[in-house]
Structures are given as C-alpha cells and as structure tokens.
C-alpha cells in the first residue's frame, strides 16, 4: 500500500521581494533585554531595493490610525535592515545600531504593521497577536515582553499567511551589518530523530531549522499532536509537540507511526515568558507510515527533569 501523505501548509512561489522579517514591541518592559521596540526588514529577492521614500507603519491591534516610520537607502539581496521604535523604562541592552528610527510604542502582545513603497503601495503586512484585525492569511501567536515574531528559514520564507511565516521565538535583531542570508537555494533539511532534535540542553541546537523526524502519536490535541521514539539518548527527549495551529489531520492519531517534516521553534506562553521554552516542529508536513502501533514505553522523569 502506498503511504498516504497528507500536506498541511504548501510555500507558494516568491511574492514580496522585502518584506517584514521580525517584529518586537517589548522593548523596556519588565523583563526584557533591549531598551527599544523594533521592526526588522529582510530583502529575501536576487536585486537591491531602494527604500528611499518607503515608510513602516504600525497601529494597535484594533487601531485605525497608523504611525509612520521614513525609510531610506538601498537595501542588498539578503541584507537586513533594523528599524529602532520608543524605549520603555526597562531592559538593560541597546539594540545594534539602528538603519532608522522611529518613535512607535509598540504593543509588546498585539498590533499591525504595513509595508509601503514610495508609491505607496502595499508591500507587506505582519498582524502579531491574536487579538488584532488586520493580517495575512490569519495572526501570528500573541507575543510579550521577551519573545518576538521571527520570519522562518532566516527571513526567506513567504507564503502570504502570517501565522505560517513567523515562529516566536527570543528577539534577535539584525541590521545592515549583519552577515547576509542567501534564500536560493533553501536551506537543507536535516533527518533527525526527536531525540537530535530535542538535544541535551533546555533547548534545541536546531532551532529555526527544517527537519524530518519519525515516531508515534501518543497525544492528540485540539492544535496539534505529540509525537515519540522509544528512549535512544537518555540526556535527550524522546518526544515533542507537532504545532498544527488548529485542528490535527486526521491520521494523526494516538498509535499512528508518523513521519513529519517542519520548522524547530521554541516557544515560550505569553502568559508565562520566564517559563522554560518548550521545542516544537510547526509548519508541518505529515506522512501516515503505519497505524495501530505500541505505544513508546514511558519514560520515568526525576523532578529536575528538562526533559519534554
């Protein structure tokens, strides 16, 4: 019988050429690290783009007026552009220096960003936050004062769905002087265990990364699924999350032996963000390769246990 293969999320071909490529508005607040609010660019395209005349606009998640931000400059194929917003009284590192400054209070959870041209026109939009009214294809998760909304495979990837295109993960912002990422061809995919991917420490050494794993479902949740191997490493987890953002496919089924490729994240609750971050492969792509397997026998953990 042929595996029956089941595709969750498919990336379209190029769209934008620059585009939103990470967004943080916890800038100063209780226990954050930078001092400012920032918005990131990443020309993922094969020419240089002049931002001359071209502007960054944000409003709160149910705000109709936007605040504008000048942009200027030419920007290289796979060169960041770091855009520095308001400070908060908090945090205790400056960002890298700034390509443009504007004084935008950003919502450390919700809000909305557009992309405009000298035309005026509409190059990109990013609604982080599940609260607010303007996104592509549907919202990224809520962020908060420590995580932000990183666009996967380093900026490159575009598939006009915000909530597909960002992880959330730690902010990291980059600037012109920053090495630059070439988008073609894409990153390699790497086949890993859960174990490989899941590492020894609190958290994976592959994150933002794209994996293929293997192992059996043991939990099904209303947005995803967990997924194990019996125990190969014991300084290692043997299982992890499948974020599927809403419901699980179908074959995703408790004794169900997966193959799953994805995106690693690490992804911290906003309502907890000095939890421990907990890995996760979102973004997935699922084979059914057997149904009505064991079950992985349990794994006992001590109470210090990073394990997952």
Same mark, same amino acid.
């Given at each position: 019988?042929r595996?029956?293969?089941?595709?969750?999320?498919?990336?379209?071909?190029l769209?934008?050429?620059?585009?939103?490529?990470?967004?943080?508005?916890?800038?100063?607040?209780?226990?954050?690290?930078?001092?400012?609010?920032?918005?990131?660019?990443?020309?993922?395209?094969?020419?240089?783009?002049?931002?001359?005349?071209?502007?960054?606009?944000?409003?709160g998640?149910?705000?109709?007026?936007?605040?504008?931000?000048?942009?200027?400059?030419?920007?290289?194929?796979?060169?960041?552009y770091?855009?520095?917003q308001?400070?908060?009284?908090?945090g205790?590192?400056?960002?890298?220096?700034?390509?443009?400054?504007?004084?935008?209070?950003?919502?450390?959870?919700?809000?909305?960003?557009?992309?405009?041209?000298?035309?005026?026109?509409?190059?990109?939009?990013?609604?982080?936050?599940?609260?607010?009214?303007?996104?592509?294809? %549907? @919202?990224?998760?809520d962020?908060? #004062?420590? /995580?932000?909304?990183? +666009? *996967?495979? $380093?900026?490159?990837?575009?598939?006009?769905?915000?909530?597909?295109?960002?992880?959330?993960?730690?902010?990291?912002?980059r600037?012109?002087?920053?090495?630059?990422?070439?988008?073609?061809?894409?990153?390699?995919?790497?086949?890993l265990?859960?174990?490989?991917?899941?590492?020894?420490?609190?958290?994976?050494?592959?994150?933002?990364?794209r994996?293929?794993?293997?192992?059996?479902?043991?939990?099904?949740?209303?947005?995803?699924?967990?997924?194990?191997?019996?125990?190969?490493?014991?300084?290692?987890?043997?299982?992890?999350?499948?974020?599927?953002?809403?419901?699980?496919?179908?074959?995703?089924?408790?004794?169900?032996?997966?193959?799953?490729?994805?995106?690693?994240?690490?992804?911290?609750?906003?309502?907890d963000?000095?939890? %421990? @971050?907990?890995?996760?492969?979102? #973004?997935? /792509?699922?084979?059914? +390769? *057997?149904? $009505?397997?064991?079950l992985?026998?349990?794994?006992?953990?001590?109470?210090?246990?990073?394990f997952?």
């Amino acid at each position: 019988m042929r595996p029956c293969i089941l595709v969750l999320l498919i990336a379209s071909a190029l769209r934008a050429q620059v585009v939103i490529s990470q967004v943080y508005g916890g800038g100063g607040n209780t226990g954050a690290t930078f001092r400012n609010d920032f918005i990131e660019l990443f020309n993922r395209g094969a020419e240089p783009q002049l931002l001359d005349g071209w502007t960054i606009q944000y409003a709160g998640s149910a705000a109709t007026a936007y605040q504008s931000t000048a942009l200027g400059g030419a920007l290289q194929p796979g060169q960041y552009y770091l855009i520095q917003q308001s400070a908060g009284a908090g945090g205790t590192m400056n960002l890298p220096v700034p390509d443009a400054t504007g004084t935008a209070a950003m919502s450390s959870s919700a809000g909305k960003l557009v992309l405009r041209n000298a035309a005026n026109d509409s190059v990109d939009r990013v609604g982080y936050g599940l609260a607010t009214n303007e996104f592509e294809g %549907a @919202p990224t998760r809520d962020l908060s #004062n420590t /995580t932000a909304a990183v +666009r *996967a495979r $380093n900026g490159c990837q575009d598939t006009d769905d915000n909530s597909t295109d960002f992880m959330i993960a730690a902010p990291a912002p980059r600037n012109r002087s920053t090495v630059t990422v070439n988008c073609a061809p894409p990153q390699e995919t790497l086949r890993l265990t859960i174990s490989e991917i899941q590492g020894p420490g609190v958290e994976s050494p592959h994150i933002g990364r794209r994996v293929i794993t293997s192992g059996i479902v043991t939990y099904r949740r209303t947005n995803g699924f967990y997924l194990q191997m019996p125990q190969s490493d014991p300084n290692a987890s043997s299982g992890i999350l499948i974020f599927t953002q809403s419901l699980p496919p179908a074959v995703a089924q408790p004794g169900a032996a997966l193959e799953v490729e994805g995106d690693v994240v690490e992804f911290r609750p906003a309502a907890d963000p000095q939890s %421990a @971050p907990l890995t996760e492969i979102i #973004n997935p /792509t699922v084979t059914l +390769r *057997a149904q $009505n397997q064991t079950l992985p026998v349990p794994v006992t953990l001590e109470a210090d246990s990073d394990f997952e």
